[in-house]
């Protein structure tokens, strides 16, 4: 291992830059293999010192250094570029060349496709120029691009459109100028060929903002659910937090070639065209559900994010945390919120509590890093996003408000801390939020034991709340949280529900006077990040599902009564249908139509994945046999019922709430039904007469789980239909990856040479390998070690195309704590191959050395 790779940064030594950076024109002569970049800054001295100025620089060709118009010979490596001793104040004018055709990582500047694009955070801008890439230097940029006019007829770049020109020999130039101050992360340079989608919005003070969606040509028609979905989004904003979009265009383009879902780049927003493109037959509900979501989180970044920016990469739960929160709000205020709110938690579950469970768990904030990219984590998102709704749950909405409208009039212009975040919290509501800052230095899963007493004689009723966070890989010791509880008591006389606020180890509260002892439900929409040790009886649990207030509560309930079940089942090695399980079924299949949405979340079983974080150790076979035993009771059980709802309807496909629901019900049914053997005409008509991808996706989906006899003939079918749709065929690349059957392995090998498939592309990668190695639970934990093996060698191959993506996909192979022993060391085996490779990035270096400190 080098040096530099082993190296940690940590949140403790931070410093302020000995430099700063007011101006910076950047000029672009762009091809594919020689582009040119002239970076011209002025540069300041912060305070009084005479350290050298230390410029960040990555994979440059050096060609000429100036200060103040004087040729200099500065120091380079790999990493930087040193100038022993510089002026107080200077221009200094550097001239580089990089080769973005054969830049894989995806990273910096680069092509995708036949455009050139750029991905700058969180330490990308480096790849692009030398500079002090650190967010807490902001910049006024400037920035001229010129290229081929026939090939890249757009050139685009963050603010507003200046100056534009021709030059004699058929290339072209464009002059952008961003009057906001901002960091290197969100710088953006576009320029290719695209279909254009323009519309307009008008602020609330009356401003006319031009809206520009560019995609690739062809796909005009699949734009405009993006484009609603920005206007909704923009109105949103105003509406909710009065804050107003500030530049007089807006622009987002899509590209094929993305590491992530996309990109807030200050007034130019970048997007895995995953995330843009939606039509009836090539996307599904969810893809559109997704689009929104997304559009609007890169839009409220402007805010948070651009407007108010993070002092350091360990702040970055500061932008991303709230940026969640706000698009989760945003979701919930534009669709049902409750089955929003399920999806959210399912994520924390799946997810969330593997990394805290995992060797690379850290907290919201993490204290130290290796690999910055590793760390736009489930953690700094999801349970940042998670933190930031318990202090709306604790400050409530108008609280809240108030709170943010400080932290955005205090800060707005500056590179501030999550600390800042809460101070301003703080200040606005004087409340103290000492204790609760603990969140964002702790990692980990609080465990949350509930124990109810009722007393006959008084009718007293009371609950005691114990917290206990059990150790985590990177912090053996841990101490009490602020944990807002919701819980609702469910008495003869209806429901009453409160917000209590645990702030010590153990609490008891009493919550009133009852007759009969009453029902308690606790952790209404999941009102804190923690699991819940709450021993319940089936019966109870039933209770809560058919009367409790919070839809949340009622489907969480039912998730646990089947969890219990499917765990026992697992254990006994046996899998019945019991009274209660059966009860539920019963009683959810009769919900009236309004109810549609949460019947169908409560009919789906738990993923192998949740369950999987329920117990310390999971005996892999048994559960994922229990779980398909259960299902094909469940789909002789209650066959008619399943039937009855899967009637498909007669509307043409739109997206909106009532079609959603009813399409989302009817894919549990079919998923029910593809376990017995008679409804293969069924199936097939499904599929035939389906005129929407959503449809179409359920049977195959339901088919693949089942693995019915129908899958392969479907797949040929759907393939030979969508084989030139790249991102229709990552539908067909995920179910291929994710079918849990004996030649699954031959089989994805074999697509590593398809047609559509390539290493080289992100969405590709994940769709095959990623569906593979998180959801192919039984190719993926093959007892012979082949489909660990199989891991193993893609990551070696990819690490060296594109070692962001690696970094993601090696994550099913970190989280073996729960496994068997004998799982565990095949796992191990695999991990020290990993290690064996001299030249691993840093990215996987950071995972696999935690991960075997880890076991070892
Ligand atoms: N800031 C982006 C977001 O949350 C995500 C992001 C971070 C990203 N690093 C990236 C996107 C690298 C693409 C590539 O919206
Ligand atoms: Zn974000």
Redesign the pocket.
């Known amino acids: 291992m080098s040096e530099s790779r082993a190296k940690a940064m940590r949140l403790a030594d931070y410093q302020q830059p000995d430099f700063l950076i007011p101006e910076l024109s950047l000029e672009f002569e762009l091809d594919d293999h020689q582009t040119q970049v002239i970076a011209t800054s002025k540069i300041v001295r912060q305070g009084d010192h005479d350290r050298p100025l230390v410029l960040h620089g990555e994979k440059l060709e050096l060609t000429e250094v100036q200060i103040n118009g004087q040729a200099v010979q500065p120091q380079g490596s790999d990493t930087d570029l040193t100038f022993a001793s510089v002026p107080d104040e200077f221009t200094l004018r550097i001239v580089t060349r990089i080769d973005p055709a054969n830049n894989t990582s995806?990273?910096g500047l680069y092509k995708s496709g036949q455009a050139f694009c750029t991905?700058c955070?969180?330490e990308?801008f480096r790849k692009i120029t030398y500079f002090l890439d650190r967010p807490d230097v902001m910049a006024r940029y400037q920035v001229k691009i010129t290229a081929d006019k026939a090939r890249y007829p757009y050139l685009l770049s963050n603010g507003n459109k200046v100056d534009a020109g021709e030059l004699p020999d058929g290339r072209h130039w464009v002059r952008w100028d961003d009057p906001f101050f901002k960091p290197s992360y969100l710088f953006a340079l576009v320029a290719g060929d695209f279909d254009l989608l323009e519309d307009e919005f008008i602020t609330q003070s009356g401003r006319k903002v031009a809206l520009q969606i560019f995609v690739d040509k062809g796909n005009l028609h699949r734009a405009g659910h993006a484009m609603r979905s920005l206007k909704k989004a923009m109105a949103w904003d105003e509406q909710k937090y009065g804050l107003e979009y500030d530049l007089d265009i807006y622009m987002i383009v899509a590209v094929d070639f993305?590491?992530?879902?996309?990109?807030?780049n200050k007034g130019l927003n970048?997007f895995n065209s995953k995330f843009v493109l939606a039509d009836a037959a090539a996307a599904t509900d969810e893809d559109y559900f997704n689009i929104e979501s997304?559009i609007a989180?890169?839009y409220f970044?402007n805010w948070t994010?651009n407007r108010v920016t993070c002092r350091d990469w360990f702040q970055l739960s500061l932008?991303?945390g709230l940026?969640v929160f706000r698009d989760q709000q945003f979701s919930a205020d534009m669709a049902d919120p409750a089955i929003v709110r399920i999806k959210q938690v399912k994520v924390m579950r799946e997810h969330q509590f593997a990394e805290d469970a995992g060797p690379m768990s850290h907290p919201i904030r993490p204290a130290e890093v290796m690999e910055m990219?590793n760390f736009?984590s489930v953690t700094v998102?999801d349970k940042g996003a998670e933190v930031i709704r318990m202090l709306h749950t604790l400050l409530g909405e108008q609280g809240f408000r108030r709170g943010m409208d400080l932290y955005i009039s205090r800060h707005d212009g500056q590179a501030v801390t999550c600390d800042d975040f809460v101070q301003a919290m703080q200040d606005a509501n004087n409340v103290n939020l000492e204790l609760f800052k603990r969140w964002y230095s702790q990692s980990g899963t609080p465990v949350l034991s509930v124990k109810e007493q009722y007393d006959q004689q008084s009718g007293q009723f009371t609950v005691a709340l114990h917290q206990h966070t059990p150790p985590t890989a990177d912090q053996p010791h841990k101490q009490a949280l602020h944990l807002p509880i919701a819980l609702e008591v469910l008495g003869t006389h209806g429901s009453k529900s409160q917000v209590l606020s645990l702030t010590k180890e153990s609490q008891t509260f009493p919550l009133g006077q009852f007759e009969t002892k009453p029902q308690l439900a606790v952790l209404a929409g999941f009102s804190a990040p923690v699991k819940l040790d709450f021993k319940q009886d089936e019966q109870g649990l039933l209770n809560t599902v058919l009367y409790a207030q919070d839809p949340f509560l009622r489907w969480d309930a039912s998730q646990q009564l089947i969890s219990e079940a499917l765990h026992r089942a697992a254990e006994q090695g046996q899998t019945v249908l019991s009274d209660n399980l059966q009860g539920l079924f019963e009683g959810v299949l009769e919900f009236a139509p309004e109810q549609r949405a949460l019947a169908a979340e409560m009919l789906e079983l738990p993923s192998f994945e949740t369950l999987a974080q329920q117990r310390q150790r999971i005996d892999v076979d048994a559960l994922l046999n229990a779980r398909n035993a259960l299902k094909r009771l469940l789909a002789d059980r209650f066959h008619p019922q399943w039937q009855a709802l899967s009637a498909s309807s007669s509307q043409s496909y739109i997206y909106e709430a009532d079609q959603v629901q009813k399409r989302r019900l009817r894919a549990v049914c079919l998923g029910y039904l593809a376990h017995r053997q008679d409804q293969s005409t069924l199936l097939q008509s499904a599929y035939t007469t389906s005129d929407n991808m959503t449809d179409t996706l359920a049977v195959l989906k339901a088919c693949q789980q089942a693995d019915h006899p129908l899958f392969s003939g479907l797949m040929q079918d759907f393939e030979s239909r969508w084989q030139a749709d790249s991102l229709v065929m990552d539908k067909w690349f995920a179910l291929h990856g994710s079918h849990q059957h004996k030649d699954s392995l031959a089989k994805l090998q074999l697509l590593t040479s398809h047609a559509m498939y390539s290493i080289n592309n992100p969405n590709k990668v994940r769709a095959l390998i990623g569906s593979f190695a998180f959801y192919n639970t039984a190719g993926f934990h093959a007892l012979d070690g082949g489909g660990y093996r199989f891991v193993t060698d893609y990551l070696l191959k990819l690490d060296a195309v594109n070692p962001?993506v690696a970094s993601r996909l090696i994550t099913p192979m970190l989280g073996f704590a729960h496994l068997d022993d004998r799982r565990q060391d095949l796992l191990t085996q695999q991990l020290a191959r990993l290690l064996d490779n001299k030249s691993l990035s840093r990215d996987l270096f950071e995972k696999v050395s935690k991960a075997l400190k880890l076991s070892s």
């Open positions: 995806l990273e991905q955070e969180a990308g993305f590491n992530m879902g996309a990109m807030e970048l997304v989180h890169e970044h994010g932008k991303e940026t990219n736009y998102y962001q």
